[in-house]
């Protein structure tokens, strides 16, 4: 069973950064397509942004683009997040995802088969 633990969150002032990481149990981490996304309290689950199993692939959500980063390292089974130019209505609990199976960046939460247990992120303004 693959296990996502995320961690990195914390309160940050608008205008800062924060880099979320995203840790898989699994060796098998390298075929997995993951994503991020977000939560805000009384919202639906919403896209941030995914990477494709190798890393040559990644798609954004329109309010990432320009501020948020995606990547990977394989070799640490770890899916970064790094969020730059923070606002207050970026403040949600953020989850990763996983899809097995070499896939491409997925921007539906229903095509991941797995989830981690969230991690808070508060933008103060």
């Known amino acids: 069973q693959v296990q996502l633990v995320e961690s990195g969150g914390g309160l940050v002032q608008a205008g800062g950064s924060l880099r979320l990481s995203c840790t898989h149990s699994?060796?098998?981490?390298?075929?997995?397509?993951m994503g991020w996304f977000r939560q805000a309290p009384g919202k639906e689950r919403e896209f941030v942004a995914s990477?494709?199993?190798?890393?040559?692939?990644?798609s954004y959500a329109d309010s990432a683009k320009g501020r948020f980063a995606i990547s990977r390292d394989n070799a640490k089974n770890t899916v970064y997040l790094q969020m730059n130019s923070l606002k207050p209505e970026d403040t949600a609990v953020y989850y990763c995802?996983?899809?097995?199976?070499?896939?491409?960046?997925?921007?539906?939460?229903?095509?991941?088969?797995?989830w981690g247990q969230g991690t808070q992120v508060t933008v103060s303004s």
């Open positions: 995802a996983g899809r097995g199976g070499f896939s491409s960046p997925r921007t539906r939460g229903g095509d991941y088969n797995y």
């Open positions: 699994g060796r098998t981490f390298s075929s997995y397509a």
């Open positions: 990477i494709s199993w190798s890393g040559s692939s990644t």
